[in-house]
């Protein structure tokens, strides 16, 4: 296992690579298209979300994407021809991942993460059906009180519970404890409150034993919440976000790919060059960067391209190219050699 381990998540970090989170939950699927003007008259139905998957599936993004987080209904979908999905991303040099987690749990005002319960035989499954890695989501809530120690602690236990079971099926986990964006909270207590998750994450990934060699982070860039006030340039984010990673990251864990978490595609492409940048010279005199710093973005990967879609044929061949455009910007974010 250790040597499958090894080689997806080197084939994972290369350099210029990301990774397309296209594992929307049909449920999640569902409010994108209802919420998007030229979707709506879409139905949710299983051939929809196959027919917008092939889109993304078959895009020329090999050059730019190591690996695509897949929902378990695509790990087993194929292209109208009947081509297997996980053999279009293989053809592509791209890794099929899949979210193994069972969505959110609501505990009073908070939520935990559904799925460990039966974790172990379905990564044994999804490594059958050509999976190389997974991703779990936690979903922090940021208020004056919260989030919770209960809930901070409960979540963290999760992920790393979970991390261990991916590794022991041959699976590179993806550990996403995602602080909701969507609050008032500044820049001061997204700090504060990203340091306390992720000292949190990495203190039950080490007591349960997860080789962070081959285990990635998922976080959010550290920034003010959507409805502040409070704004922060790039260099803001750059800067607060590596601060945070210095005090709780270990320089062993393999990469971190970040979430987009509701931001723009221009945003998210740019905070991410902006990281890039900043982490060059932050580490040089360090002997080099710690970790990896690329994208694991769903919303800012696929925002227009969805909108350009309306569910006709006909504009595949336009949605590829867009789809094709945000990859390389983002594949060259992860440099640091984004020209907008
Ligand atoms: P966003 O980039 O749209 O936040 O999605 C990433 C993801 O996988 C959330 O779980």
């Known amino acids: 296992m250790e040597a499958l381990l090894s080689e997806s998540v080197a084939h994972l970090c290369a350099r210029g690579k990301g990774i397309l989170a296209a594992d929307e939950s049909p449920g999640t699927l569902g409010k994108r298209l209802k919420n998007t003007p030229q979707l709506r008259h879409l139905e949710n139905a299983e051939e929809t979300r196959r027919q917008w998957r092939e889109i993304l599936l078959t895009s020329d993004t090999g050059s730019c994407f190591g690996g695509v987080i897949l929902h378990e209904e695509t790990l087993l979908q194929s292209t109208k021809e009947g081509k297997a999905f996980v053999e279009c991303l293989r053809e592509r040099g791209i890794l099929p991942g899949?979210?193994?987690d069972q969505g959110l749990e609501p505990v009073g005002e908070e939520t935990?993460?559904?799925?460990?319960?039966?974790?172990?035989?379905?990564?044994?499954?999804?490594?059958?059906?050509?999976?190389?890695?997974?991703?779990?989501?936690?979903?922090?809530?940021?208020?004056?009180?919260?989030?919770s120690r209960e809930c901070v602690e409960q979540n963290a236990e999760q992920l790393a519970r979970?991390?261990?079971?991916?590794?022991?099926?041959?699976?590179?986990?993806?550990?996403?404890?995602?602080?909701l964006i969507t609050s008032d909270y500044g820049m001061a207590r997204s700090r504060d409150v990203s340091t306390l998750v992720l000292r949190e994450v990495f203190k039950r990934l080490a007591a349960h034993g997860v080789d962070l060699?081959?285990?990635?982070?998922?976080?959010?860039?550290v920034m003010p919440g959507s409805?502040?006030?409070?704004?922060?340039?790039?260099?803001?984010?750059?800067?607060?976000?590596?601060?945070?990673f210095d005090e709780c990251l270990t320089d062993d864990?393999?990469?971190?790919?970040?979430?987009?978490?509701?931001?723009?595609?221009?945003?998210?492409?740019?905070?991410?060059?902006?990281?890039?940048?900043?982490?060059k010279e932050r580490y040089a005199a360090r002997g080099g960067q710690p970790w990896k710093l690329s994208f694991s973005f769903g919303r800012a990967l696929q925002a227009s391209?969805?909108?350009?879609?309306?569910?006709?044929p006909e504009n595949a061949e336009a949605c590829r190219a867009q789809s094709l455009r945000l990859a390389k910007a983002n594949s060259s974010a992860c440099e640091g050699e984004y020209n907008p």
């Open 98 to 100: 899949v979210k193994v």
């Open 112 to 147: 935990v993460t559904k799925g460990l319960d039966t974790l172990s035989e379905r990564c044994a499954a999804y490594r059958e059906q050509g999976a190389r890695f997974a991703k779990w989501r936690a979903a922090l809530k940021v208020s004056d009180v919260l989030p």
């Open 162 to 179: 979970y991390a261990k079971v991916c590794q022991e099926q041959g699976l590179v986990p993806i550990v996403e404890p995602e602080i």
């Open 213 to 221: 060699k081959t285990c990635l982070l998922k976080p959010q860039m």
């Open 227 to 244: 409805e502040s006030a409070e704004k922060a340039s790039a260099q803001e984010v750059a800067r607060a976000t590596l601060d945070v």
């Open 253 to 279: 864990l393999a990469g971190v790919f970040f979430l987009s978490g509701g931001l723009t595609e221009e945003q998210a492409t740019v905070n991410l060059n902006e990281l890039n940048l900043a982490a």
């Open 305 to 312: 391209v969805l909108k350009m879609w309306r569910g006709r």
